[in-house]
């Protein structure tokens, strides 16, 4: 606990990480890459912050440089992980990360270098790539601007052409993500095409995810998977509706007790918006290929519908999930009907996160609220059944962490969350979660089955 003390004097993110932040001009990012501070190029706005002498450094009429930095600290404090069955079921360690990064423009053509130093301490059995990376490149690419404007703005046309090590997110990150909120952010090796059509934009990549190593400068690309993608957005800004192809392959891959070479394909479709109060996100993905010879046939469902009360006290913001990701429904069979999430977002559910999108079926009510100017709450439930008998729980990597056995039960468990976030000046924030998860049948008929707790504390830095 002596870390909880001093986390809260830390300067380093926040309790329920999003992909942007509300600090104008411009917006910051998660990626950092894409925000544009061009709008600082007049000495009269670069004033208008201490941040601003930063965020633009003239070097000559058609070159300038942007820097910046985050610095992170996280306490996260568990009792009876995994419901009590983990290898350390009562654990509390503190992550911390450095991430600074230059971003340099020459006319048409950019460089993006990000370093990370990220550090784990107390972590039991011992610390885990996600946890720990030591000093490595994050990001580190080149890119030319080919046509329109010297930026990707949507409403120009031309296209972007990335080359080199960088982060990326797409969509609300169901499939392709950042990894943000584990303490080693997710990046890919290869490369990347943005194409902006007056309103429209494309992303066209090939890549390969980049494995963090335990020790200084060993961060390599996968030789096992690899990735390739189409994905494209169209919107007026109110509403938009994201089409997109996703392929994938791994010749290490494994479900359950088998093991063997994967392709898959995921072809989606997403419709997001707001009208009036009312906001909506829903999201449908098939996917089929073949695993160890046999075919696969996978599916998921997500859908969010909220609705904000600005009138009311607090402000609320009411948001209801469902979400409903297909299982293997014949054990010993050929076919493989588990979901491939690839590579989605780290704090998948909430801030405590033991099963992920895999043979899940899950309710998900959420009220946020605004008790100040600068203080932000919320409160969340959850519950998770299995949408197949015949196959387990897993985790968000998709790791099986609890086979069926000969359980019929479908309930997993509940979850109840509370968060709390201060955000003390335009660069720092403080926050805190604090979570439960009591397990259901299932997860007593097949292990250990104590209620998880954990507690959040994180501060961060950023400008």
Known sequence: MRRLAFLALA??????AQSTEAWQPPTLTITRYDEDWSVDAEAAERAKTWTGRFKYIPISPDAYLTTGIELRARDEAYRDNLWGGGPAPDDGYLWLRAMPYADLHIGRVRGFV???????????PSAS????????????FFDVRLGGAATNAMNDTGVTVRAGRQM??????????TRYGPNVPLAFDGLRSLISLNGATVSLLAVRP???????????RSRSKSLWAAYATIGDGDTGLDLYYIGYRNTAAVF????????????GARSFGRASDWHWNIEGIAQFGRFAGGPIAAWTLGTEVGRSFPDAPLAPDAVLRFNVVSGDRHRGDDSLGTFN???PKGKYFGELSPVGPTNIVSVNPRVGMTLTKTVSASLAGAAYWRYSLSDGVYDI??????????SRARFIGKEVEATLAWQVTPELELSTSLSAFPPGQFIRDTGSGKTITMLGLESNFRF
């Open 11 to 16: 300067l380093a993110g926040r309790a329920e």
């Open 129 to 140: 790539p996600i946890d720990q990376t030591r000093v490595d490149l994050l990001q580190g």
């Open 256 to 267: 359950g007790l088998r093991a063997g070479r994967e392709v898959r394909h995921s072809i």
């Open 397 to 406: 990597p998709g790791n099986l962490i609890r086979a069926p056995g000969t």
């Open 168 to 177: 990326i997110s797409l969509g609300t990150e169901r499939l392709i993500g």
């Open 210 to 220: 980049v494995q963090p190593g335990s020790g200084t400068l060993d961060d390599r």
């Open 341 to 343: 999430a690839l590579f």
């Open 114 to 124: 990000q370093p990370i130093a990220a550090y784990a301490v107390g972590v039991s």
